[in-house]
């Protein structure tokens, strides 16, 4: 025991409250972690618990249990400035709110060496992920449920050899704030970065999603259902491959030889027709274009 209450741990027998395949965290108790050491029980963190380290090139805390080396239902949880290793078959984190969109889950300055899934959250009110990264990773985050509140992940790096990689999967959940900024995801062929919902379905009506900034490397495919030129809740800039937000159209038509008949005069336009013809969409971005004559 510590300043300030927190508990070192520097092997398996520091882990407090144990089972024969979970150690339990107590309310509001900062675990700091002060020798690398490996363990088979998974981390069931009570509300305010924490989790951290000095710095990404220090200690390592490896699991060797199976299922999700963190798992948490109705708390707030904090994990920073460490490097954890739940396993290339098993998942670094999964939390629920069982209520909906009151429970915060904050990962800062995390290294995950190695992993089938990066993290799993249902229903949360924030889900924080920043300046992390798993260089090793099958599959990237999942959200579950149509009560989170926030979804907020700033500078978050995956490497990944799977082909099944997505780095964001949406799903069909719903967040009110969803802001995705500075992602730097690598995989193959038939990997996703972003994948959700057509039409916008992961963004509440009168919201925006947002995404900037972002990279998407090694022969993956950007956005899966999500589209630039037709979802009109969602707002992309400065990422790579997938351009801006603009909305524009171009169209053109041929074939006019029929006469367009204007049958009355206006001055406020109510009168206007469209010109006869065969029209042809060129290019178009959050418009919908006629290609009726």
Known sequence: LGQNNTVYLRTEADLPNQTTTTWTMEPDIPY?????????LKAIPAAGASFRGDNLGGYTLTY???????EGTDVDFFINNVSIDPGAGNTAFKFDDTVGGGKRFICNTVEVVSCAVFGEFTDMGLTQILNSN?????????FFGTSNNIWSIDR???????AG???????SATANVIE?????????????????????????????????NSEFLGGMTDLENLS???????VYSGNSP????????????????????????????????????????????????????
């Open 156 to 162: 978050l790096a995956f490497v990944s050899t799977s």
């Open 242 to 293: 997938t351009q801006d937000t603009q909305p524009d159209s171009l169209i053109s038509f041929s074939g006019n030889a029929t006469e367009t008949v204007i049958a009355a005069s206006s001055t406020d336009g109510s009168n206007a027709v469209l010109v006869a013809g065969t029209w042809v969409e060129v290019q178009s971005s959050l418009f919908t274009a006629t290609a009726e004559p």
């Open 180 to 212: 995705f900024n500075n992602l730097f995801f690598s995989a193959p062929a038939g990997a996703f970065g972003i994948s959700g919902l057509t039409s916008s379905g992961n963004v509440p009506a009168g919201r925006l999603g947002m995404i900037s």
């Open 228 to 234: 630039v030129n037709n979802d009109t809740r969602w």
């Open 32 to 40: 700091k972690i002060a020798a690398a050491f490996s363990t088979s």
């Open 64 to 70: 060797t249990g199976t299922g999700a080396m963190f």
């Open 165 to 171: 990689f997505k780095g964001l999967d949406l799903g």
């Open 134 to 142: 798993c260089l090793n990773a099958g599959d990237g985050v999942r």
